[in-house]
């Protein structure tokens, strides 16, 4: 372990700087959304705009790709936090019920399978079906911080650990550190954005009695 975290604090020394703004803007972000400031979204921007340039430059074409759908939803998430509704308020914390949740979860399931299956068997990609699974979780659960799910958060938990073993398993082992960090983070960020939640909610609730 100790020989883990020594490599990896060495990989970070030896990132580029552009890698290394990317991280400390990534890591802005999911401090910002924790406090619901629509200045995640620049940060977020920021960050993914320098990781799509990375990943094309070093031929990893799906992370490109991936990075650069989230540069589109930095900007939507810009608007959609930015959008005030006809009393000057923001758009509030959402929670879903359990069956909204199981009937997302089972969707994108059969989205990642489908992918996986296609990925294990016509491409040379390496855990075609936990790196599918990955990334189609990635997609939606960036959707659902865009219009302030709470369950987002547990989501990212569980993307977050995945990814860490493959990362680990590639040997990207300053990367596996920071989802790590991210692991820790997305706790808090659940934390917090339940708080304010079930705040709103009783306050609204005598309103509305």
């Not at 060495?10 to 200045?39: C, F, H, N, R, T």
């Not at 920021?46 to 990375?54: D, H, N, P, Q």
């Not at 089972?106 to 489908?114: K, N, P």
């Not at 073993?165 to 820790?184: D, E, R, S, W």
Request: hydrophobic share 55%.
């Amino acid at each position: 372990m100790i020989e883990f975290f020594s490599s990896a604090i060495d990989g970070l020394i030896a990132s580029s700087p552009w890698e290394l703004l990317a991280v400390a803007l990534a890591v802005a972000y999911l401090i910002l959304a924790m406090k619901q400031s629509q200045w995640c979204w620049p940060a977020a921007f920021g960050s993914t705009t320098i990781y799509t340039v990375l990943f094309w430059d070093s031929a990893l074409l799906m992370e490109s790709a991936l990075n650069a759908y989230y540069l589109l939803m930095a900007i939507y998430g810009w608007w959609a936090w930015h959008k005030k509704d006809d009393a000057g308020l923001s758009a509030p914390i959402q929670s879903w019920s359990w069956q909204m949740h199981v009937k997302v979860i089972g969707a994108l399931s059969i989205i990642s399978a489908v992918g996986g299956y296609i990925m294990a068997n016509y491409t040379h990609a390496d855990f075609a079906y936990l790196d599918t699974v990955t990334t189609v979780f990635a997609v939606f659960t960036t959707w659902m911080v865009t219009q302030k799910i709470l369950e987002n958060w547990i989501y990212w938990l569980v993307i977050d650990a995945a990814s860490i073993y493959l990362y680990l398993a590639k040997g990207f082992n300053p990367t596996a550190l920071l989802f790590m960090f991210y692991c820790v983070m997305v706790v808090f960020g659940y934390v917090k954005w339940r708080a304010q939640y079930l705040a709103s909610t009783q306050t609204l609730a005598p309103q509305r009695a």
